[in-house]
């Protein structure tokens, strides 16, 4: 199974997320990826907060770089899962109909996952904390199918 996860500008949320799925999920079996919907970092390494947090969980994210999400990514990948919607909003204005309208959902059902790009770094260990909350449940919906 091919996942994407997207955030605004894939330096923060989304790189975590993508680093926090692959450590929950065989590698052999699935790919993972993350990408922004928006072009402001295209290139950029993860924002060094995220970088540390991560580390610090033991998940090594630095060789990631941002890119943005296109309409191409329906067509690669078999689910989307966006941070907030306003993301969703913005990838699902993207979809050419409703199978890959199907295939984006919020990573967290019941809230957003905020962007901690303007807070301090405690704000990022809470962001970490809640997309690896989630991605554990996602993790286990893909093994038991």
């Known amino acids: 199974m091919k996942i994407l996860m997207v955030c605004l500008g894939n330096i923060c949320r989304s790189p975590l997320a993508e680093g926090i799925l692959q450590a929950k999920l065989d590698i052999?079996?699935?790919q993972?990826?993350?990408?922004g919907t928006?072009?402001?970092?295209v290139g950029n390494p993860p924002d060094p907060r995220s970088i540390a947090v991560a580390y610090k969980h033991g998940i090594d994210i630095h060789a990631q770089k941002a890119r943005q999400f296109t309409s191409n990514d329906?067509?690669?990948f078999d689910r989307i899962?966006?941070?907030d919607r306003s993301?969703?909003?913005?990838?699902i204005r993207l979809a050419a109909n409703d199978q890959q309208k199907q295939k984006v959902a919020l990573l967290r059902i019941s809230e957003e996952v905020p962007d901690p790009y303007y807070?301090?770094?405690?704000?990022?260990?809470?962001?970490?904390q809640m997309i690896d909350q989630a991605c554990?449940?996602?993790a286990n919906q893909i093994q038991d199918e």
């Not at 928006?38 to 970092?41: D, F, I, R, S, V």
């Not at 993301?87 to 990838?91: A, C, G, T």
């Open 38 to 41: 928006a072009a402001y970092h």
């Open 81 to 83: 899962y966006v941070m």
């Open 28 to 30: 052999r079996k699935h």
């Open 119 to 128: 807070g301090g770094d405690d704000g990022f260990e809470k962001v970490f």
């Open 74 to 76: 329906f067509e690669y």
């Open 87 to 91: 993301n969703y909003q913005n990838v």
């Open 32 to 35: 993972v990826d993350s990408a």
């Open 136 to 138: 554990s449940i996602v």
